[in-house]
C-alpha cells in the first residue's frame, strides 16, 4: 500500500514539472501598444524591453499609479490623449528622484509633458522634408548617429513621417540640407536633457519601432533597448486613447523534463518514505507530545514517571522516551 502511495507521490511531482504553463495575454488595436500585435503596434519592441528588463504596464493615470513613489525608466511612445497636471508633477517628482523618461512622440501630446516640465526642447509638430529617403520623402534615411553606443552596426535609420525636435542639442541628426518651411538646416531627431537627479531621452518619430518598421531598423532599436540601462520599465498604455483591450487569450507552454528538478522530486520522496518507514521513534515523540499536551487540558495531575510507564504499557522502549524527553527539556534537537 505505501509502495503504491510513494509512486502515486512520485508520478504527480513529475506532472508537475511537465505540466504546460497557461498564461494570459491581451490584444488591442491600438497605434504603438506593445500590446499590438499588428503592422502599427509596437509589440516586436515591447518584446527587446522585455528580453533586457522588467516591463510594467501604465493603464492607469500617473497619480493612480504612484509612479513618485517608484524607480526606473518611463517609456511613452506615440501618446495622443492629454496629460494632466498631476500627473505632470508626477513626473517630475519621478525624474527628481533620479529616474528616467523615455519620451517618444511627433505630433501628439508629449510637449504637454515637455510644458509641464518648463523645458525649452518641444516636437516640432511638423514633418521636415530630407533630400535623403527611401522610398519618398515621408521615409528619410539618416546617417548621422553621433552616439557610438547608438550607431554600433547600424548603417543607417529610416524614419517613418517624423517630427523633429527643437531647443535642444541631438545625438542623432537629419542631414544638413533638410527642409522646415522656408528653412535649411539639420535637426535632432533624438536628444537627451538632465533633470533634476534624472535624465529625459527625446526621440521625434514613434514609428521608427512599430512592427512595420522593426525589420528595416533592428540594429538600432536593439541598440536603443541597451542604450536605456533600464532594469524596469513602465510603460505607458494609458495615454493610447484606443488602448481598450478587445480580446484576452491564452498562450500554451509546453515544457520538457528538466532532469536536475527530476532527481530533486524522487530526492524527496526518497527522503518522505525514510522519514515514515523509521517511524518509530518520531513516533515515540509524536505520542510524548501527545500526551503532555493533552495533560494541560486535565485536571487530573500526572509526573513525567508516569508518563513513561504509560507509554512503557504500549510497546516504547524506556531509554528511548527518556532520552527524547531530556532533549525537549533542553531544547535540543530531538534524534535517535
Do not use: C
Not at 509596437?42 to 499609479?65: C, D, M, W
Not at 508629449?110 to 527611401?134: E, H, Q
Amino acid at each position: 500500500m505505501r509502495r503504491t502511495v510513494y509512486a502515486i507521490m512520485l508520478a504527480f511531482g513529475i506532472f508537475l514539472l511537465m505540466m504546460p504553463l497557461a498564461t494570459p495575454i491581451f490584444y488591442t488595436s491600438a497605434e504603438f501598444s506593445v500590446f499590438n500585435t499588428k503592422w502599427n503596434g509596437a509589440s516586436q519592441f515591447g518584446k527587446l524591453l522585455y528580453e533586457e528588463s522588467r516591463v510594467i504596464p501604465v493603464i492607469t493615470s500617473y497619480n493612480s499609479f504612484d509612479l513618485s513613489e517608484r524607480e526606473g525608466t518611463l517609456l511613452i511612445l506615440g501618446p495622443d490623449m492629454a496629460y494632466s497636471s498631476l500627473e505632470v508633477e508626477e513626473v517630475k517628482s519621478f525624474l527628481n528622484k533620479g529616474g528616467t523618461l523615455v519620451l517618444i512622440d511627433d505630433f501628439g501630446t508629449g510637449n504637454d509633458i515637455l510644458r509641464g516640465l518648463n523645458l525649452s526642447a518641444r516636437f516640432l509638430g511638423i514633418t521636415p522634408i530630407d533630400v535623403f529617403y527611401s522610398k519618398n520623402y515621408n521615409f528619410p534615411e539618416l546617417v548621422r548617429i553621433l552616439d557610438p553606443q547608438l550607431s554600433v552596426g547600424v548603417d543607417r535609420l529610416i524614419l517613418n513621417v517624423p517630427s523633429a525636435i527643437i531647443g535642444a542639442n541631438g545625438s542623432i541628426y537629419t542631414s544638413k540640407v533638410t527642409v522646415v518651411g522656408n528653412n535649411q538646416r539639420e535637426l535632432p531627431i533624438m536628444s537627451e536633457v538632465k533633470y533634476g537627479k534624472g535624465r529625459i531621452i527625446l526621440f521625434a518619430d514613434p514609428s521608427v519601432f512599430i512592427n512595420d518598421m522593426f525589420d528595416k531598423n533592428e540594429p538600432f532599436i536593439r541598440n536603443f533597448v541597451r542604450y536605456l540601462n533600464a532594469d524596469t520599465v513602465y510603460i505607458d498604455e494609458a495615454h493610447h486613447s484606443n488602448f481598450n483591450p478587445y480580446a484576452v487569450g491564452t498562450l500554451v507552454i509546453k515544457r520538457n523534463l528538466d532532469r536536475v528538478r527530476a532527481f530533486y522530486v524522487v530526492l524527496a520522496v526518497a527522503v518522505i518514505a525514510i522519514l515514515v518507514e523509521s517511524g518509530l521513534a518520531l513516533k515515540g515523540v509524536g505520542k510524548v507530545l501527545e500526551v503532555i499536551l493533552g495533560k494541560i487540558f486535565k485536571e487530573e495531575e500526572k509526573t513525567l514517571d508516569d508518563v513513561v510507564e504509560e507509554l512503557k504499557r504500549e510497546g516504547y522502549d524506556e531509554k528511548t522516551l527518556k532520552k527524547i524527553i531530556r532533549e525537549i527539556q533542553t531544547s535540543k534537537k530531538v534524534g535517535g
